[in-house]
């Protein structure tokens, strides 16, 4: 965990909520300069789904980004409801696994046992009160994947957030690499890209892929099954991705998940390293874990104008 509740006054709205984007730090600082010049800067950071629990190490984070420069720069990110949004028009988006579940070719049958697991797992996972060694073993993707059963085509439907296609532009432009790290399926949300014309030849995939027997039924996942809490370099092996890129010691993480936080576990060296975190659903119930675990927590926020925002300072030339 990157950040904890230091330098927060007891009682202050700021200890168990954080400060509401970088709020409150409008006043001239001694040694010149204003508090609030990151904001000018970064304008979004002003919005009112941003908390942020420590405001001043933020703010050296970002600008110590902005100081190592493009060269050092690379970004890890989670795919479903991290690139993707949580909900549109008041109902959930589809995970990369649902594109599938919901797809013509599974049976009625498969769809009945698929919600089943969905209630059954879900909650789990994103249960505040379970420890992460608690919710390993009881991940839901061993029996989902034997579930699908069927062969799917991925109709290329999905609900990116807004802002996505800026988002692979920018880090395009200026040949950021970008390392997508999914325990969602990655045949389909390498379309989802593929169809928004954004898989550029800076863009990694990890995640699974599925397999087939002869007769076109999906039988399994290939290679070792990457599920939300080994995001890590336990899956990594092999890889040699982080390895490549040990001159980028600046990162930004980009996550909705706890068990995103490790995903940047396998890189050889960071010298900063900023995790951002998408707080999309139980957000009163999960709020204070998060401001402990990631440095900026967008909730109910289903576009990426911060992040956008942030690459924008970080990628403009001083
Ligand atoms: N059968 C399943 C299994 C998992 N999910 C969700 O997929 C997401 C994982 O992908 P990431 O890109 O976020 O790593 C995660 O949100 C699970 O809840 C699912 O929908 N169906
Ligand atoms: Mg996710």
Redesign the pocket.
Known sequence: MVSGAAGLRAGSAASTGGHRGLEGLGAPRAGGGTERGLCLQVPELEKATVRIRQPERVRGIIRSLREQGVTKLQVIS?????LSRFGCNGRRCP????IL?NSHVISEDGKKK?KD??HY??PI?IDPNRTLEEKRPLM??AG?GAEHGNTALCNGHSCSRDGFKEFFDQLHKNNVPLFI????VGDI?EEIIRQANVFYSNVSVV?NYMDFNDDGVLTHFKGPL?H?YN?NNSVLQGTGYFQQLSTRTSIILLG??IG?LTMADGVPSVENILKIGFLNDKVEERRGKYLDSYDIVLESDETLDVVNGILRYILTET
């Open positions: 989670d795919f479903d409801m991290t995970t990369s696994h649902n579940d698929l697991l969905l797992y879900y996972e839901w993707w989902a790290f999914s325990a969602g949300l995640s990457i939300t995001k909705d998940s995103d």
